[in-house]
């Protein structure tokens, strides 16, 4: 059955072609009431297979094998190094997001060359590593180096690589077209399945032996070819290798539009026509940017940035770039951060109370809901602010001040229940709460509710500062 099955879209996929290959035990072990209601949340993306404690044991081992093969994505899932910082790649199992959630975000790998000194190439290890963004209380760091051979000395590679794999333990991408050359680094990283890039039409024989021989995975290359692509990839699986990575080019200018083709057109086929010489994880190189004759290093970082931003969309699995800008990677990683997210679930923070500074009983109190996005903002108007205040975060199920009050997910009722849960009368003295001014609406109603006298603050948060300082503590005639 698994075998047939396997075939179809994970959106063809029913709860009960899961719910008949899992142990029917009602143990509870995943944090559902029974097997049933797992299935339905397996087959969602909610949970994954080893959410089911029961599945691991010997006893059903052969029903992990056939679940594991009913619910394999059209996209192979690929793991790139070892340890914490592994970076996964690819599983994907549909070609838009709004059909089923992405899994395994894109990895960002930054080059370094053999040529570089060994200083150099420390000290650019270290703003790799140094690299972090919180965005809506995430941290969104770089994934990976990509060490480049630019002497084609096998002698100087290996001491690159020998430098770079002591100064960290993020993955590793060995890049050579020189089997040799590859050899020697591989030698030094032994165990740390670096990815090997790459495998074409003249090499693919040395660097499938080396691919097998240390246990990594590899890259199949043709840049510009997808009928010599597909049967490279064709010639590696029937040696026995399955960790492939597909690489089909990255052509900045005038070759972009045929790069996201390209690009496009290989998902097409893994996730609409079940290709299994497709249905591995895609390489992007928007570092192929700096390879042309432009004057301005401006413009090339401008095209890089865009060129990552393309192939972020439309489908690459994994990138290698160059620029170490913040106005260049940002983007990058916010917009993968967005792309990557539920959009079932909304992003949101825990409810409670929040409190900054150094408040005392007469201080302002304030409430907001629990969307991140909101939440962070204000937070961060607070700090710059320097208010000392207590905040309130209501559960609206992670939506923001407006769509909750029109949704009636923000209303006096559950405020005043939020002023009774987290006990605001001991936190304040002065029974006066500042509510968002886009929940304006809700001031009359939420006096009466809670007997609270209500002052509606500013639209956006950025406004708080000038809003204490003109209206707290209140007026009595308020």
């Known amino acids: ?5 396997q075939k179809k879209s994970i959106r063809e996929i029913s709860p009960i072609d899961v719910y008949k290959l899992l ?13 049933m209601a797992f299935a339905t949340k397996l087959v969602n993306g909610e949970y994954t297979i080893p959410d089911c404690p029961p599945l691991a044991s010997e006893k059903y081992s052969r029903l992990l094998h056939d679940l594991s093969a009913l619910l394999a994505p059209p996209v192979k899932v690929v793991t790139i190094g070892t340890g914490e910082h592994a970076m996964t790649i690819g599983g994907k199992h549909v070609l838009y997001r ?51 051979s630019t002497s084609g000395d096998p002698e100087i590679f290996r001491g690159a690589v020998r430098t770079t794999a002591a100064a960290t333990s993020y993955p590793l991408i060995l890049c050579t077209l020189d089997p040799v050359v590859m050899e020697a680094g591989l030698l030094e990283v032994e165990g740390r399945r670096p990815l090997i890039y790459a495998a074409n039409e003249e090499n693919w024989r040395e660097m499938a032996d080396l691919a097998l021989r240390f246990n990594a995975p590899l890259v199949a290359s043709a840049p510009g070819d997808p009928s010599l692509l597909r049967t490279l990839t064709k010639t590696l699986t029937a040696s026995g290798l399955m960790d492939l990575v597909l690489d089909p080019g990255t052509f900045p200018d005038g070759g972009f539009a045929k790069t996201i083709y390209s690009f496009t057109m290989l ?24 390879a042309g004759d432009e004057l301005s290093r401006e413009a090339v970082r401008w095209k890089e940035t865009y060129m990552a931003a393309g192939l972020i969309s439309r489908y690459a699995d994994l990138l290698i770039m160059h620029s170490m800008e913040g106005w260049v990677l940002l983007p990058q990683l916010i917009w993968r951060f967005n792309i990557y997210t539920d959009p079932r679930k909304p992003v949101s923070v825990d409810p409670g109370v929040r409190t900054f500074g150094s408040p005392d009983k007469q201080s302002p109190l304030l409430i907001t ?12 108007d607070i700090k710059s602010a320097h208010i000392d205040c207590h905040l309130i975060v209501v559960d609206t199920g992670g939506i923001s001040v407006e769509s909750a009050v029109a949704g009636r997910y923000l209303t006096s009722d559950s405020m005043a229940e939020a002023l009774k849960e987290y006990e605001a009368d001991s936190l304040v003295d002065h029974h006066t709460l500042i509510i968002p001014g886009l929940a304006a609406r809700l001031s009359g109603e939420m006096e009466e509710a809670s007997g609270w006298r209500i002052l509606v603050g500013p639209k956006d948060s950025s406004g708080l500062k000038r809003y204490i300082e003109e209206y707290w503590p209140p007026k009595d005639d308020e």
């Open 98 to 148: 709004h059909e089923f959630t992405y899994h395994n975000p894109t990895p960002v790998a930054i080059d370094l060359t053999d040529t570089m000194t060994q200083e150099e190439i420390i000290q650019r290890i270290e703003a790799i590593e140094g690299f972090s963004y919180q965005y809506i209380g995430r941290e969104i760091r770089l994934d990976g180096i990509a060490i480049r």
């Open 1 to 5: 059955m698994a075998n047939i099955q």
């Open 267 to 290: 998902r097409k086929a893994a996730c609409t026509s079940h290709d299994e010489l497709a249905g591995f994880p895609l390489l992007g190189t928007p570092i192929a940017a700096w």
């Open 23 to 35: 142990p029917k035990t009602n143990c509870g072990e995943c944090g559902e009431a029974n097997c």
């Open 369 to 380: 809901t629990n969307y991140a996005l909101t939440f962070f903002t204000v937070e961060a």
